[in-house]
């Protein structure tokens, strides 16, 4: 994988809804020249959290408008073509066919990364992917260092540089952003609609769409 030098960012979720914080984050990730596209992959079936409250089709349709005009940026529909529960290692051995020529990087916020452990075939993630993993509210820096270097694969810290670590072996790397953050939550989102209140950091064609289809509860007089 290290002679592969196009770099795609796999930004999976539920994406329920699509609000700025994904979007800020998948431009953050950009900006950094971590990767240089950034491919969205919407869970049909997530098999770590409840059921999506839209259905897949509508959240796909708004993450496409939430990433209109965004060239570096796309969606992928790969994981309404399988059957069962969306496992992460199930989708990045799709996308290497997929994206024979590229080397991939799964997006993760730090919350992720304390349980990545307990995930399907998690050591197979490593294999297939390096991770870039999100500090969240709550997770010390030390704490997330402390457990990428006790993932499988023994990850070591590159000299020099106290975000970045290296698989023993020379294969898969794991870069940590610990200067992003986002005040907006999905869940924040959809309580605010249920309440018929107009949500921050949700894009405006976005809001239209969900009034359009009366998703999440909303009335079409929300304001």
Known sequence: MNNKS??????????????EGHVNLATHVLEKKLVQEILFLPAAQPPHKETA??????????LNIALAGKPDMSVST???????????????QALHK??????????MGADSLLELHQWYRYPEILRLADLIVVARKGISDRECSDTIQRLAGNFLPVSGSGTTFRKADGGAMIHYIADFSSPVSSSM????????????????????YIQAHHLYGLQPCAT
Request: aromatic share 10%; proline share 9%.
């Open 98 to 107: 997929e994206y024979p020529g590229s080397r991939l990087a799964f997006l």
């Open 53 to 62: 409250s839209a259905p897949f089709a509508h959240r796909v349709a708004m």
């Open 6 to 19: 196009h770099r795609i960012g796999v930004f999976g979720g539920t994406f329920d809804p699509v609000h």
């Open 189 to 208: 989102v959809r309580g605010q609609l249920q309440a018929g209140k107009r949500p921050c950091g949700l894009n405006t064609p976005v809001f239209s």
């Open 78 to 92: 790969l994981e309404s073509r399988r059957c069962g529960p969306s496992y992460t290692v199930d989708s990045l």
